[in-house]
């Protein structure tokens, strides 16, 4: 597929998705994101300059903003980034700004942030490690990346296999344009794989399981 084709097919499911993002998803994963919020803030510092990939709506974005200096927030979805701006003018944040920008090609120079935050976006992208090789390319040395994904692979009860095998048909009939099944270990070994070193894991939703993960790129 080439660029342009991903990039539209990407941006149109999360287009149709973003008006009603925030309340869809709080209903089932508040606690998740909170868990995401706490964890992050607590490997920031004030004087960082932070770049989050695929910020949707601007949740953790938005979330961590008092904890740093400054945050960088992109995401392929106009509409998602609309909503995301207004989200900060309501509060009043004015340390993050919102990008809509492909997370496969950033236009920022190597190792110029000390920390990259990628939450909920690995499974739902064209290839994953693109994503987490760009991160680890703006990553200054011994810099974190902040993440956490589905991992769709990990057993789950009857009723959610149920929704995963929509899911997978949705994906077949190009509804769901990009959908990858996990486990935790082989979310960890693409991690590794694309040259980050695992500091810490979680689970943080257990149906099915959203997995935290802490890396850091060598020094």
């Given at each position: 597929m080439d660029t342009e084709t991903r990039q539209k097919k990407e941006s149109a499911v999360w287009n149709k998705l973003a008006a009603g993002y925030d309340e869809r998803t709080l209903k089932t994963y508040r606690r998740a994101y909170e868990l995401s919020i706490e964890k992050t803030a607590a490997v920031l510092a004030l004087d960082q300059r932070v770049l989050e990939i695929g910020c949707g709506t601007g949740i953790i974005a938005l979330g961590i903003?008092?904890?740093?200096?400054?945050?960088?927030?992109?995401?392929?979805?106009?509409?998602?980034?609309?909503?995301?701006?207004e989200k900060a003018a309501h509060l009043e944040i004015t340390n993050v700004t919102f990008h809509v920008?492909?997370?496969?090609?950033?236009?920022?120079?190597d190792a110029s942030f000390d920390t990259v935050l990628l939450f909920n976006a690995i499974h739902v992208v064209q290839q994953p490690d693109a994503l987490l090789r760009e991160a680890h390319r703006l990553l200054k040395p011994s810099g974190h990346l902040v993440s956490a994904t589905d991992c769709l692979?990990?057993?789950?009860p009857f009723p959610t296999r149920l929704m995963?095998?929509?899911?997978?048909?949705?994906?077949?009939?190009g509804v769901i344009p990009f959908m990858w099944y996990y486990t935790q270990e082989d979310l960890c070994r693409l991690f590794e794989q694309c040259g980050l070193e695992i500091v810490e894991t979680a689970v943080l939703h257990a149906n099915p399981v959203n997995?935290?993960?802490?890396?850091?790129?060598?020094?």
């Open positions: 903003a008092s904890s740093v200096e400054q945050v960088v927030a992109t995401d392929i979805s106009p509409e998602m980034i609309t909503v995301a701006q920008q492909d997370g496969y090609a950033l236009p920022f120079d692979g990990e057993p789950v995963l095998g929509l899911q997978k048909l949705l994906k077949l009939l997995a935290y993960v802490l890396a850091r790129k060598p020094a």
